[in-house]
């Protein structure tokens, strides 16, 4: 167990189980980061318990909110409190990184680092790297409001339907007809001009074969893209974009259906969780796909 700020300790399921150099501490508080953990001093200090798997693919960033205001409300009222997972390595590490960036405004490098300097064996999984990415790309604020946390959700969602054949609950973009915000860029149906999409909602992709993942980040050979970083090929016959509130069968979990005008009912695409081609060969998924025949885009400066 290590102090690694003032009044926090990170450390692993040992050091929770230690109430002797707790006590030595002064340890008042203790967040459990752990799968289904069972806490060994419940009358002793107060817990909050997170029930996550070490797993790259675990979506602990939707944690990070709860998890900081326990952390901080503690070291406020002059409290103690302990971080701790299993091994002290991973998710306790990553979960006391988001709470110096959120506080210090710091990137999940400089977080990291000052957490090795004061205990050296943490090493956060590849995913929860990427998260704390993420966290810091969307300013410390986990909203589904945040087009980049979106997108993550939409990828875990994806990755689930893979993995275990069915898909968890769904987040989807806002219905751009209910908010009348500006878009320097809006996609319109051809027959009846009824609003769809803007440009937060729109997936961009380099042309060409292979898989495109749908996430906040475009993974390829080249490197690591960000959506929005180069505009889509205009060889591609289709856009591809989030999916929708207006589309019918993404609320009720359907994996594939038709994409429809939700005022005209008129046939603009499709959407499948498994993927699909785009003309220019791009393999993209998941695929929520408007053919650009069917809608009208404007652009504005």
Not at 114 to 140: C, M, S, V, W
Request: proline share 4%.
């Amino acid at each position: 167990m290590d102090e690694v700020a003032k009044g926090l300790y990170v450390g692993s399921s040992m050091a929770e189980t230690d109430k002797q150099k707790l006590d030595k501490c002064g340890i008042t508080h203790i967040l459990s980061v752990a799968s289904r953990y069972a806490p060994s001093h419940p009358k002793d200090f107060i817990y909050k318990l997170v029930s996550v798997d070490d797993l790259p693919e675990e979506n602990l960033i939707q944690h990070f909110p709860e998890c900081n205001e326990f952390i901080d409300s503690t070291l406020r009222s002059g409290g103690r409190v302990l971080v701790h997972c299993m091994a002290g390595q991973s998710r306790s590490a990553a979960v006391s990184a988001a709470y110096l960036m959120q506080r210090d405004s710091l990137t999940a490098e400089q977080a990291l680092a000052t957490l090795k300097e004061k205990r050296q064996q943490i090493h956060p999984n590849a995913g929860f790297r990427e998260q704390l990415q993420l966290y810091y790309d969307i300013d410390y604020v986990v909203s589904a409001e945040k087009a980049l946390y979106r997108r993550f959700l939409i990828s875990h969602s994806a990755e689930h339907y893979r993995e275990y054949g069915n898909l968890g609950p769904i987040v989807a973009g806002i219905d751009p007809s209910k908010i009348g915000l500006p878009s320097r860029r809006l996609v319109r149906c051809k027959k009846c001009r009824r609003a769809l999409a803007t440009e937060a909602n729109i997936l961009e992709h380099h042309a060409g074969a292979g898989q495109t993942e749908f996430s906040y980040k475009k993974r390829d050979n080249g490197g690591i893209y960000t959506p929005h970083a180069f505009p889509q090929n205009r060889a591609c016959s289709s856009l591809f974009i989030e999916p929708m509130e207006w589309m019918d069968g993404v609320g009720e979990g359907l994996v594939e259906s038709k994409v429809q005008c939700p005022k005209c009912q008129a046939k603009l695409g499709s959407f499948n969780w498994a993927g699909a081609q785009c003309s220019c060969g791009r393999w993209i998924t998941p695929s929520f796909q408007i053919h650009r025949n069917k809608v009208d885009e404007t652009h504005q400066r």
